[in-house]
């Protein structure tokens, strides 16, 4: 029987009040709560979410069943203010959030995630401030936002090609948290559109400091690293962001956070206003971090604990978006291509030819490639009105194809690189994944569900998402949602180590299917 741990309830009492304090407040009217005066006015709104998660499967790595066992027991808080005084509009949002030590929880820092340490308080609770700029014009064309803010290029929802601004953190929910905005690492940033009224477009330029104004963990997606519910298979109970195996080394040549780091994008419309395009370059950190060991120390600056370290270099990317809306078809057509210059690869098929052996015998320990690569998205949006015969829905339905490929130009079988460190799998020249999402309403949209699925065409494996979210009024949102992999039958049985040369992106997320139940209420 999955438990909690006790310890960690008298601290967090704070939540049972806001509880209380909300569900008292959950007759009122609307949504948000305004307020103005002479020159200025403020409004304050935001939401309480819980969240509770199961596994669905028994992951291999800690011994006995955890399957049906609580993976998740988290309390997120995320308020917000926004108004104007004069000229100047601003916006400030926090969010506080604490997780309860379930049983799982602790067994997995038995094992060693976090090295032994406690999950919770060190990977999961979190308290920050989201958002907090200030927003103005300095001309009738020019406007200037300015702080710590969120900016998404491109057009894609799953698998960013130009959304690169920002890192994410995957560390608790993977990738499977529904809204990017909620796991979109915010940065301090200058922001700066220029409106270009004859030619119908604007001239963006953001300037991302380093140093002081941004904390270096703020760069980089964050993954499971330390181990715990969402580390790839088998390991989480392995913690390879330990100081004495591989932490971040954030002041490499090739990816020193305290760099400028920024971004040019001009978007427009065409002549006749029928497609919606831009223009894009960003000189940004690369999204994934790469291996930098001691065997082949990356540009000759190796680790500082002389075995290995996780480095997020710095990249060049160009791209183009394009969206429009086609009366034949009836549907909205995008696109998004990406070409990124020089991304780091780590390689080492074969660990042994680097001199790795015993334990440091990892694939991709032996040093870091770099390869161009040409990221493609195609994506169809479209109102369906025939699932009001089939399934009875109250009016036309959502229904999205996209179309996801990664091309390696000029891969050689010779490069060695790998997909991702650990794994011995070898990138194949195309990687296409293909999603679809269709989603529902009923009874005036208070009743929706929603299906989401996505094929690994190049390596097999995907993944099915059912969920359904039911509506109350202004205030409350239920969401409830199934996290289905299945992978391409070649990964490694429970227990063995993940070192097939077959097993790939969803393999990693082999034996984690997982049941969520989200309560939120909005204020």
Same mark, same amino acid.
């Given at each position: 029987?999955?438990?909690?741990?006790?310890?960690?309830?008298?601290?967090?009492?704070?939540?049972?009040?806001?509880?209380?304090?909300?569900?008292?407040?959950? +007759?009122?009217?609307?949504?948000?709560?305004?307020?103005?005066?002479?020159?200025?006015?403020?409004?304050? %709104?935001? #939401?309480?979410?819980?969240?509770?998660?199961?596994?669905?499967?028994?992951?291999?790595?800690?011994?006995?069943?955890?399957?049906?066992?609580?993976?998740?027991?988290?309390?997120?808080?995320?308020?917000?203010?926004?108004?104007?005084?004069?000229? $100047?509009?601003?916006?400030?949002?926090?969010?506080?959030?604490?997780?309860?030590?379930?049983?799982?929880?602790?067994?997995?820092?038995?094992?060693?995630?976090?090295?032994?340490?406690?999950?919770?308080?060190?990977?999961?609770?979190?308290?920050?401030?989201?958002?907090?700029?200030?927003?103005?014009?300095?001309?009738?064309?020019?406007?200037?936002?300015?702080?710590?803010?969120?900016?998404?290029?491109?057009?894609?929802?799953? %698998?960013?090609?130009?959304?690169?601004?920002?890192?994410?953190?995957?560390?608790?929910?993977?990738?499977?948290?529904?809204?990017?905005?909620?796991?979109?690492?915010?940065?301090?940033?200058?922001?700066?559109?220029?409106?270009?009224? /004859?030619?119908?477009?604007?001239?963006?330029?953001?300037? &991302?400091?380093?140093?002081?104004?941004?904390?270096?963990?703020?760069?980089?997606?964050? #993954?499971?690293?330390?181990?715990?519910?969402?580390?790839?298979?088998?390991?989480?109970?392995?913690?390879?962001?330990? /100081?004495?195996?591989? *932490?971040?080394? #954030?002041?490499?040549?090739?990816?020193?956070?305290?760099?400028?780091?920024?971004?040019?994008?001009?978007?427009?419309?065409?002549?006749?206003?029928?497609?919606? #395009?831009? %223009?894009?370059?960003?000189? $940004?950190?690369?999204?994934?971090?790469?291996?930098?060991? $001691?065997?082949?120390?990356?540009?000759?600056?190796?680790?500082?604990?002389?075995?290995?370290?996780?480095?997020?270099?710095?990249?060049?990317?160009?791209?183009?978006?394009?969206?429009?809306?086609?009366?034949?078809?009836?549907?909205? %057509?995008?696109?998004?291509?990406?070409?990124?210059?020089?991304?780091?690869?780590?390689?080492?098929?074969? *660990?042994?030819?680097?001199?790795?052996?015993?334990?440091?015998? &990892?694939?991709?320990?032996?040093?870091?490639?770099?390869?161009?690569?040409?990221?493609?998205?195609?994506?169809?949006?479209?109102?369906?009105?025939?699932?009001?015969?089939?399934?009875?829905?109250?009016?036309?339905?959502?229904?999205? $194809?996209? &179309?996801?490929?990664?091309?390696?130009?000029?891969?050689?079988?010779?490069?060695?690189?790998?997909q991702l460190v650990g794994y011995s799998a070898d990138p194949k020249s195309h990687s296409v994944i293909a999603t679809a999402i269709l989603g529902l309403n009923y009874k005036n949209d208070t009743?929706?569900?929603?299906?989401? +699925?996505?094929?690994?065409?190049?390596?097999?494996?995907?993944f099915v998402i059912p969920s359904v979210q039911f509506v109350w009024g202004n205030h409350w949102r239920l969401k409830l949602e199934a996290d289905i992999f299945f992978d391409d039958g070649s990964?490694?049985?429970?227990?063995?180590?993940?070192?097939?040369?077959?097993?790939?992106?969803?393999?990693?997320?082999?034996?984690?299917?997982?049941?969520?139940?989200?309560?939120?209420?909005?204020?």
């Amino acid at each position: 029987m999955t438990r909690l741990d006790e310890k960690h309830f008298g601290r967090r009492t704070w939540v049972a009040l806001l509880v209380g304090a909300l569900g008292a407040h959950a +007759g009122t009217a609307s949504a948000q709560m305004s307020y103005s005066g002479d020159g200025w006015e403020i409004t304050a %709104f935001g #939401y309480l979410r819980q969240y509770v998660s199961m596994n669905l499967e028994d992951p291999p790595e800690n011994p006995g069943d955890d399957k049906y066992r609580l993976s998740m027991v988290r309390t997120q808080f995320q308020p917000a203010l926004e108004g104007n005084v004069g000229p $100047v509009d601003f916006r400030i949002q926090a969010r506080s959030v604490r997780e309860m030590e379930t049983g799982y929880l602790e067994d997995l820092e038995d094992l060693g995630a976090n090295s032994g340490d406690d999950l919770v308080e060190d990977i999961y609770d979190n308290d920050e401030i989201r958002e907090a700029y200030i927003d103005f014009d300095l001309t009738n064309t020019t406007n200037v936002r300015l702080g710590r803010q969120q900016v998404a290029f491109g057009e894609t929802d799953f %698998f960013q090609a130009l959304d690169l601004i920002h890192g994410f953190d995957y560390t608790w929910r993977s990738f499977l948290v529904s809204e990017n905005e909620d796991s979109r690492k915010p940065l301090n940033m200058l922001n700066i559109t220029q409106q270009v009224t /004859p030619w119908q477009g604007a001239f963006q330029v953001l300037l &991302i400091p380093g140093g002081d104004l941004n904390r270096d963990r703020d760069f980089g997606t964050s #993954y499971g690293l330390s181990g715990g519910r969402w580390s790839n298979q088998p390991n989480k109970g392995v913690d390879f962001l330990n /100081p004495g195996v591989s *932490p971040y080394q #954030y002041d490499h040549k090739e990816g020193d956070t305290d760099d400028l780091k920024g971004a040019i994008r001009w978007t427009g419309l065409t002549p006749g206003g029928g497609i919606n #395009y831009s %223009f894009n370059y960003l000189h $940004v950190h690369n999204p994934d971090p790469v291996f930098n060991s $001691v065997f082949a120390p990356y540009e000759g600056d190796g680790p500082d604990n002389g075995f290995a370290s996780l480095i997020y270099p710095i990249i060049d990317v160009i791209g183009f978006t394009a969206s429009g809306y086609s009366t034949k078809a009836d549907a909205v %057509f995008s696109t998004e291509i990406a070409y990124a210059m020089d991304k780091p690869f780590n390689v080492g098929q074969d *660990p042994s030819v680097c001199g790795a052996t015993g334990q440091a015998a &990892i694939a991709g320990i032996c040093g870091v490639d770099e390869k161009d690569v040409v990221s493609l998205m195609i994506r169809m949006d479209k109102q369906v009105d025939w699932t009001q015969t089939v399934f009875k829905t109250s009016r036309p339905s959502f229904f999205s $194809v996209q &179309i996801f490929d990664d091309y390696i130009v000029d891969l050689e079988d010779s490069d060695d690189l790998v997909q991702l460190v650990g794994y011995s799998a070898d990138p194949k020249s195309h990687s296409v994944i293909a999603t679809a999402i269709l989603g529902l309403n009923y009874k005036n949209d208070t009743i929706n569900p929603q299906l989401a +699925g996505g094929y690994d065409v190049s390596y097999g494996g995907g993944f099915v998402i059912p969920s359904v979210q039911f509506v109350w009024g202004n205030h409350w949102r239920l969401k409830l949602e199934a996290d289905i992999f299945f992978d391409d039958g070649s990964t490694p049985p429970p227990g063995s180590p993940a070192t097939s040369d077959d097993t790939t992106i969803f393999g990693y997320f082999d034996h984690n299917d997982q049941l969520m139940a989200r309560l939120t209420y909005q204020f």
